[in-house]
């Protein structure tokens, strides 16, 4: 049994790591804490108070009492938000806090890009422009070069996390670049596990999304190795070659 702890902020689309849980067919468990989201907004100062120490230390128990081996902090903008040394800082305090090897989803996006091998990305993100920069910054201090970034221009996780099928697909499609090697979704608000199969098939390339990254991560962290291909090219096993892309469908 491998046990990753998750902190969540609010509620708006941790139902996507039950999934990743399941189609890991394993016996891997992904237990979740909901921080405190604050102010629902996808603002500098709303993002760097959802991301505080104190907010991030309060489910940190309850998690180690879950049996956690690792510990990520599940949110993308809470963490580049700060800047490169910022969001590393925040994962010091963070696993000094929990007696843990710890991470967050920013980090997670960087060691999943390195573990692809590749080093040009599209970003196809839900947040305004001025977030979306920081996290293409994030990218660039880490050495991945950012193609192109596209900025849907939403506000709030809970708008994001009512996102369904076509409105993923749709930011996928015109958040890629064909300069692009992969394409980088980055809201943990956002669902994605279920489509992973299929938004690899409709671009062509690696799909990295937010909660995808995330439970392979923590995965990491804790030393453990998992394959699933409807799960993309990152959990492919690599003696394995990528099955044919899946067609879109109607």
């Not at 039950?18 to 102010?39: K, W």
């Not at 710890?102 to 080093?119: C, D, I, M, N, R």
């Amino acid at each position: 049994m491998t046990t990753v702890g998750l902190l969540y902020p609010g509620h708006s689309a941790e139902d996507d790591y039950p999934r990743i849980a399941v189609l890991l067919d394993s016996d891997i468990r992904l237990p979740l804490f909901h921080t405190d989201i604050g102010e629902d907004a996808h603002r500098e100062d709303a993002l760097v108070a959802m991301g505080s120490a104190e907010r991030l230390a309060a489910g940190v128990e309850e998690l180690r009492l879950a049996g956690a081996e690792s510990l990520v902090w599940a949110c993308t903008s809470g963490s580049f938000i700060r800047g490169w040394d910022g969001a590393q800082e925040q994962i010091r305090q963070l696993a000094k806090t929990a007696g843990l090897p710890a991470s967050s989803t920013s980090f997670a996006f960087v060691h999943a890009v390195q573990e692809l091998g590749v080093t040009r990305v599209a970003v196809a993100a839900t947040y305004p422009e001025d977030v979306t920069a920081a996290f293409t910054d994030f990218l660039g201090a880490a050495g991945v070069e950012v193609t192109s970034a596209t900025a849907s221009g939403i506000v709030t996780a809970a708008e994001v996390g009512g996102w369904e099928r076509e409105e993923v697909l749709e930011l996928a499609r015109a958040g890629n670049d064909p300069r692009a090697e992969a394409v980088l979704m980055p809201d943990t608000a956002l669902h994605t596990a279920a489509y992973l199969a299929e938004l690899e098939g409709v671009l062509g390339k690696p799909v990295l999304t937010a909660n995808q990254v995330t439970v392979w991560e923590g995965l990491r962290l804790a030393d453990r190795k998992a394959w699933a291909e409807a799960l993309g090219t990152l959990f492919v096993r690599p003696d394995r070659e990528r099955s044919e892309w899946q067609p879109e469908r109607a």
